[in-house]
């Protein structure tokens, strides 16, 4: 594999071109160019599920042990990514997520090459639900780049005078492809990559708590090679994304599993039909 940049090489971003400024609403966001600074997420005992919280059994004490990375993670590198933020592709309830052109023009000595990336900004009062989800990209290290994109990281700056209700808040993630088409079939292998993908997840004892079709998207055809789950030793074509609702729990394997296969497979059946199922359907 080419030199791709490490999930821990940056320390900073800066934001040095483009607008944050959602549709639909009347806030913009800060000026650039604009500073955020690494930031370590909050504990994961924050992800911890209703279940968890009152059973007797400490998370560690249940949880199986991680598998081994299948990757090297080199030490941090403390580089900054300068950002040119682009075409805004998709809007959630949490976040903004942006095109951007990158380039590291200092520091870069082991001549690090900077991957398709995008950057997903917290909305208005969203800032909690980004750090969450920094939180369980952090819990699922172990299969980023094959379950799940990769994550380059959560970075802050603190604005008083544009977000006085908090932090500036990003991650910065690996790029993907596209959603899978409505009202056709699935493509070949679609199907086995997301049930291992929930599978892996359930492995690690994450509750993705948010599945649907529009948090399904295919890898990204010229992007980052797909990484083989360090699970069922496969590599998957299509990714699950956005877990700024996703629980960790300290229920058995099997249940976690059951939990997956109730929801995969009513959404799965109901994307040829054009109408896609909603988790509160």
């Not at 949880?63 to 805004?88: D, M, Q, R």
């Not at 976040?95 to 200092?106: A, D, K, L, N, V």
Request: with cysteine; net charge negative.
């Amino acid at each position: 594999m080419e030199n791709y940049l490490p999930i821990n090489a940056l320390s900073a971003v800066i934001l040095i071109s483009g607008k944050i400024h959602p549709e639909e609403e009347k806030w913009n966001g800060p000026n650039v160019p604009l500073v955020l600074y690494r930031q370590a997420p909050p504990p994961a005992d924050i992800l911890d599920d209703a279940y968890s919280k009152g059973s007797c059994h400490d998370f560690s004490d249940t949880y199986p042990p991680c598998p081994n990375l299948p990757f090297e993670i080199p030490p941090p590198a403390g580089l900054t990514l300068h950002v040119s933020l682009g075409k805004l592709v998709s809007e959630g309830r949490t976040g903004m997520i942006y095109e951007c052109e990158c380039t590291i023009p200092h520091g870069n000595e082991v001549g690090y090459k900077i991957p398709p990336v995008v950057i997903k900004i917290a909305r208005q009062f969203r800032t909690k639900d980004i750090s969450r989800e920094a939180t369980v990209y952090e819990c699922l290290t172990s299969i980023q780049g094959s379950a799940v994109p990769r994550c380059y990281g959560f970075f802050q700056a603190r604005l008083i005078d544009h977000f006085d209700f908090g932090p500036v808040s990003l991650l910065v993630l690996e790029q993907l492809g596209d959603l899978f088409k409505l009202g056709e079939p699935l493509p070949d292998g679609a199907k086995s990559d997301m049930e291992d993908a929930c599978s892996d997840l359930a492995q690690l004892r994450i509750l993705h708590c948010d599945l649907r079709w529009a948090n399904m998207l295919s890898v990204l055809p010229g992007g980052l090679p797909s990484l083989a789950s360090p699970f069922t030793g496969k590599t998957y074509g299509w990714r699950l994304v956005d877990f700024d609702r996703a629980e960790r729990t300290t229920q058995a394997l099997p249940a976690t599993q059951r939990y997956y296969n109730s929801y995969l497979k009513r959404v799965l059946k109901s994307i040829p039909w054009g109408d896609p199922i909603e988790p509160w359907d």
